[in-house]
């Protein structure tokens, strides 16, 4: 390698192409690091992290009313969206300079420019420099797509736009269906917004099990959020100050803000991907193999690009196995099945491994048990709320192959039930395993009798 300029060279410093960095780092490769907006990526930047911020926050509303019947008196509540926002700028701050610090630390040397490539081994930096390298990481992750023209689309913000509003929107419109838009719909409904929320499907969050989509949607309407589905966002007209929303059906919403979370693309374009050999995958990411290379041998691609499972801890684990793989002389190929899964809605909804329906397409047998209770602390507070609980069993192995769960606290607990799914244990397992009283998650073991789900009861 000693040709080269720098033994790696990673285009993007977000989630997984700063772990790549700094493990190829410490595996003794000298490597360079581009990075075009700010080190930490969608996750730390505008993603994950800022967007669960803002997600504690409007969870106070929720408790502040809860509360009375603990008998609290909650003086009158405010909210302030600006201190929120620079507060939240704050922490983001702080977590982009501790991304830079690890990467100096390793000794990979960062430069903030946009990265191109000129062929298969030589980097172009939009600062004019040019950079030979023996492997290339392209980890450039994915942006916001908007969906088919319309009029009016100019007005319309994603969520890179939402984290930064200059006011708080009292009427919010949001179209989308997936886990952004219906995160998005309970931190505007729990900060005070009147939300709607418009997807074009049958209900929200597809590819979710049926029954946790049927039982979210039925949270979220209770909450507030006007949920209209089998309809799309079809023109926007400014209207003094606010906007006139045309809906696909002839219907009309008033709304402060348009929001749309219809999908996200890999960040393929006018990267020199072509010209490097690296071919794009029939999903529109960078095709690859199971360690991460492209079609050029010596180019690689981790994270959103590669369009695979597009989490942050699925980025971080693929670009930790390739700097393992290519210079820590390790082989390492990413497990992507049984990976866990939350949407940060109001209330929450955790998941791990296959849905009823994927068991039922792919299993000879397939078990259902399944609760949907009223949470302890409902009973004093008063809220007209249900946790629902499910386990999908295959019914020949006796595995647990999916859980799912929605209520407060899912994501907690479907982390934990992540690894139990992920070793194969059985029913008998989850039954074997003494209940912890009194939480939501004991019913995970004290389900005995195989249920007639809410998909196959409403089907009957
Ligand atoms: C609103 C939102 C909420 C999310 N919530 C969650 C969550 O709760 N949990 C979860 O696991 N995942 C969540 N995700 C997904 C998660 O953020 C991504 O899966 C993850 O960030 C992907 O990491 P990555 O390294 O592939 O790409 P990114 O983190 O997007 O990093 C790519 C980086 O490359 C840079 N870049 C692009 N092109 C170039 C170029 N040519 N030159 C130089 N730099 C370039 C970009 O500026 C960016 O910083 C969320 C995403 C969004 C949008």
């Keep these: 390698m000693a040709d080269y300029d720098v033994d790696l060279f990673v285009i993007g410093g977000g989630s997984g192409g700063v772990r790549a960095a700094r493990v190829a780092a410490e595996h003794g490769a000298r490597v360079m690091l581009a ?46 969206w600006s201190a929120l926002i620079a ?77 930064h509003l200059p006011d708080f929107p009292r009427r919010v419109l949001i179209q989308g269906g997936g886990y952004i838009a219906v995160e998005f719909a309970g931190i505007f409904c729990g900060l005070g917004s009147h939300v709607t929320l418009v997807y074009r499907g ?71 991907l072509a010209e490097a050999g690296v071919a794009i995958a029939p999903n529109g990411g960078i095709a690859v193999d199971h360690y991460s290379r492209s079609t ?49 809605s109001e209330p929450e909804v955790g998941t791990v491994g296959l849905t009823e329906t994927q068991a039922r397409a792919r299993l000879q047998q397939t ?25 999908v069993v295959d019914g020949q192995s006796d595995r647990v192959v999916g859980c799912h769960v929605v209520g407060e606290g899912a994501a907690e607990i479907a982390q934990v039930a992540a690894i139990a799914v992920k070793m194969g244990a059985t029913k008998a397992d989850f039954d074997a395993t003494m209940a912890l009283h009194p939480t939501a998650a004991e019913e995970l073991v004290t389900m005995r009798k195989k249920t007639a789900s809410y998909a196959r009861a409403a089907a009957e």
């Design 35 to 80: 990075e075009e907006y700010r080190l930490g990526g969608t996750c730390v930047i505008r993603g994950c992290v800022p967007k669960k911020l803002l997600v504690y926050a409007s969870r106070f509303r929720g408790e502040f009313e809860d509360a009375a019947g603990f008998g609290w008196t909650v003086a009158q509540t405010s909210f302030d």
């Design 87 to 163: 507060n939240k700028d704050r922490e983001i701050g702080r977590l982009e300079a501790a991304y830079g610090a690890t990467l100096d630390k390793a000794g990979v040397r960062i430069v903030k420019a946009r990265a191109t490539l000129a062929d298969a081994h030589t980097v172009q930096l939009a600062n004019g420099e040019r950079v030979r390298a023996a492997y290339v990481l392209v980890a450039t992750g994915a942006a916001p797509s908007y969906g088919d023209v319309i009029p009016g689309l100019d007005h319309v913000i994603s969520s890179n736009e939402a984290f």
């Design 202 to 272: 049958d209900n929200i969050l597809r590819g979710f099990d049926d029954d946790v989509r049927r039982q979210l949607r039925v949270e979220m309407e209770a909450r507030g959020v006007k949920v209209i589905t089998g309809c799309t966002v079809s023109a926007i007209e400014p209207a003094g100050g606010h906007y006139s929303v045309h809906l696909s059906g002839g219907n009309q919403v008033t709304a402060d803000r348009v929001m749309f979370a219809v999908g996200r693309r890999p960040s393929v374009a006018k990267l020199g």
């Design 296 to 344: 050029a041998a010596n180019i690689y691609a981790v994270g959103d690009v590669t369009n695979r499972i597009n989490l942050t801890p699925v980025a971080i684990r693929e670009g930790h196995a390739f700097a393992d793989t290519v210079f820590g002389g390790k082989p390492t190929a990413v497990d992507h099945t049984n990976v866990p899964t939350a949407v940060f």
């Design 367 to 391: 078990d259902v048990y399944e609760a949907i209770f009223k949470p302890l602390k409902a009973t004093l507070s008063g809220r007209d709320t249900r946790v629902m609980m499910k386990l």
